[in-house]
């Protein structure tokens, strides 16, 4: 089955721990993205990437970082997470720049 | 500041009649437009899109449509059904990067 696998899909850290989150699509897809769901602002992007070594930032870049080091994953990493950090996140992947994004089920990461 | 905005939070429509959802965008640079569906605790769904070349792109009940000189991106669901009851995002790139509404959740009743 064509999917994007994200995991966890729940985390509930402290302030300053470091976490990965990852994300692995089995599509063969050029494309991936990492977005923020937040109430009443949608969803936001983070970063993302073109191809394999390949990345750039998003709309809301900063605290996260990034890696492509395979075609298929595409982890986020915050490196000392904060409490605004606190939000649903989701991956999502496409074999075209033009067209729609296949998405994960989501992180719903909690820093406290 | 927001570039896409979907300013109904919410939408409720009969079964069988149309349903219209509606987004504004500010920045003249997007080239690409589409569609999402979401349902709860899960990612969201790709319904349809539109380039900024065309004026209206359908797929069987969904169809986009897109104002350009308005700003103004409309999605149609026609005949709405029970199952459609979700929320809508629309969506709108420059390149690589993409930019959402908040979402418009769609109630279809029976």
Request: proline share 5%; aromatic share 14%.
């Amino acid at each position: 089955e064509a999917q994007v696998t994200q995991n966890p899909r729940y985390l509930i850290t402290v302030t300053g721990k470091k976490l990965t989150v990852t994300c692995s699509q089995n599509m063969n897809h050029e494309y991936m993205s990492w977005y923020r769901q937040d109430p009443g602002l949608g969803l936001r992007q983070i970063y993302y990437s073109m191809n394999v070594e390949v990345t750039d930032k998003g709309d809301v870049p900063e605290g996260y970082k990034v890696s492509r080091k395979e075609k298929r994953n595409f982890p986020l990493i915050l490196e000392s997470p904060s409490p605004n950090q606190t939000s649903l996140y989701f991956c999502a992947s496409s074999g075209s720049f033009n067209y729609g994004y296949t998405f994960g089920s989501g992180t719903r990461l909690t820093v406290v | 500041d927001q570039q896409v905005k979907q300013n109904s939070p919410s939408l409720s429509v009969q079964e069988g009649r149309i349903s219209i959802l509606n987004c504004d965008y500010t920045n003249s640079m997007f080239d690409y437009f589409l569609w999402y569906k979401k349902y709860p605790a899960e990612g969201p769904t790709f319904l349809i899109s539109i380039s900024s070349i065309k004026d209206k792109n359908e797929d069987g009940r969904f169809t986009v449509f897109l104002n350009k000189s308005a700003k103004h991106l409309s999605l149609h669901i026609v005949p709405s059904q029970p199952g459609d009851s979700a929320v809508y995002f629309c969506a709108a790139s420059t390149g690589n990067q993409f930019y959402f509404g908040t979402g418009t959740s769609l109630t279809v009743i029976p």
